[in-house]
């Protein structure tokens, strides 16, 4: 005996059901197993010093609105700069200042050790931000960039400039890999590949039109550490512009500049 259409369509109904409700049981337990995760990663530490002051936001600015003291701990939930958002055995929330969280202690007795950014910081980062001055095809050329650390070798990063020239001005936007040789060397030697956005502005040109255009590169840099979170970086590279016309054309360009990590 065959079933009927409206038994069939009842059947894929309930298996779509059952179907959508263990997906969401599975999302539901991977989104608890994240925040389990992340739980077990903070760090917990505890007063040494008679007190230790929390004020409600990242600067002395701030005012102190509560106290923990000595032989208390404080889970550390994330830093901005110098200051340190910290949880409370209360469940309290609050910022604490570096000065006083250098002074605290791991569960084991330790001293809390603080990133100053000092060489080890800088061999080892996350992220990294900076300028630089140059020169593009006779052009001068300004640029700014970011950067996020894969690992000590490779990381991202993201790049816009401007040129600005005799006879035309324009900008380009690149995203590409870049790997460190030696991150744990002062000086280092970069190796550089990407591609992106070409764009020129030929206003100051009648003879020429405005267009935008692929383009990819290779090069080479350095970057030198200079001091606590600050280094030196350099660059050269060689662009091919891929245009419409299928007429590319191989353009140079070098910077130096000033970045710093975090």
């Known amino acids: 005996m065959g079933l009927s259409i409206s038994t069939i369509h009842s059947i894929r109904t309930r298996r779509s059901t059952n179907t959508a409700v263990l997906l969401g049981i599975a999302l539901i337990g991977l989104l608890a197993a994240r925040l389990a995760s992340a739980a077990e990663d903070l760090v917990q530490v505890?007063?040494?010093?008679?007190?230790?002051?929390?004020?409600?936001?990242?600067?002395?600015?701030?005012?102190?609105?509560?106290?923990?003291?000595?032989?208390?701990?404080?889970?550390?939930?994330?830093?901005?700069?110098?200051?340190?958002?910290?949880?409370?055995?209360?469940?309290?929330?609050?910022?604490?200042?570096?000065?006083?969280?250098?002074?605290?202690?791991?569960?084991?007795?330790?001293?809390?050790?603080?990133?100053?950014?000092?060489?080890?910081?800088?061999?080892?980062h996350r992220f990294e931000m900076g300028g630089f001055l140059g020169e593009f095809a006779g052009a001068n050329l300004i640029s700014a960039y970011a950067a996020g650390r894969l690992n000590p070798n490779l990381g991202v990063d993201f790049g816009i400039s401007q040129f600005l020239g005799n006879v035309q001005n324009g900008y380009m936007v690149d995203i590409g890999l870049e790997h460190v040789v030696f991150p744990d060397w002062r000086l280092s030697p970069i190796l550089l590949l990407g591609g992106g956005l070409y764009r020129v502005d030929a206003s100051l040109s009648a003879q020429l039109l405005d267009r935008t255009d692929e383009d990819a590169y290779a090069g080479l840099g350095f970057r030198f550490y200079l001091t606590r979170r600050f280094f030196l970086r350099a660059e050269w590279k060689e662009r091919v512009i891929i245009t419409k016309r299928n007429e590319n054309e191989e353009l140079k360009e070098w910077k130096v500049g000033l970045a710093f990590f975090f």
């Open 46 to 124: 505890f007063v040494a010093e008679p007190f230790l002051e929390l004020h409600t936001g990242p600067g002395r600015g701030y005012p102190v609105t509560q106290v923990v003291g000595r032989g208390e701990s404080v889970d550390i939930l994330y830093r901005r700069t110098d200051w340190f958002r910290v949880r409370t055995e209360r469940g309290l929330l609050g910022w604490a200042s570096l000065a006083q969280m250098s002074k605290t202690l791991l569960a084991d007795g330790t001293p809390l050790k603080i990133d100053l950014g000092d060489r080890a910081g800088f061999a080892d």
